[in-house]
Structure formats: structure tokens, C-alpha cells
């Protein structure tokens, strides 16, 4: 198990399947497609959406999924 800070300084615990989910998304070169993810991914993708972690956004007419960065929103 792991711990990821989010915004705030508040630490999120996540499982080390959860984390493999949040690399592969942070790896990915722009959103992560739901349509390449399998079944499993797609439920990890949806539970670390609604604990803040994911966004779930339409991009290009696809539902994607991309790491939650409150920070650079705020910089911007």
C-alpha cells in the first residue's frame, strides 16, 4: 500500500493495484482511453475517479481518464 498527497497536503492511501492503474495513466502520452483499458482497469479508473485521484472527461469523442492535478490548474 501506498500513499499519494492530493491537494491540500491530505494523503490517499491506494493499493498497489491502484498505483500500477495511476502509472499507467501518468505514462500514457495525453488522456488514457477507456477503450484500451480491460474490464479490471476500467473499475480500478472508476473508483480512483471518485475519490478524486482521476478525471473522467469526453476527449475527441472518446471517454478518458487522466491523473487529477489540482495544482496546475491553480498555477495556470
Same mark, same amino acid.
Given at each position: 500500500m501506498k500513499f499519494v498527497e492530493v491537494r491540500g497536503g491530505f494523503l490517499q492511501p491506494v493499493s498497489n493495484e491502484e498505483n500500477?492503474?495511476?502509472?499507467?495513466?501518468?505514462?500514457? &502520452?495525453?488522456?488514457?482511453?477507456?477503450?484500451?483499458?480491460d474490464i479490471r482497469e476500467q473499475e480500478l479508473a472508476r473508483q480512483l475517479v471518485?475519490?478524486?485521484l482521476l478525471l473522467r472527461f469526453i476527449y475527441e469523442?472518446?471517454?478518458?481518464?487522466?491523473? &487529477?492535478?489540482?495544482?496546475?490548474?491553480?498555477?495556470?
Open positions: 500500477v492503474m495511476l502509472e499507467r495513466v501518468k505514462g500514457h &502520452n495525453g488522456p488514457l482511453p477507456k477503450a484500451v483499458m471518485s475519490r478524486g469523442g472518446k471517454l478518458c481518464f487522466a491523473i &487529477n492535478d489540482l495544482e496546475d490548474l491553480w498555477e495556470s
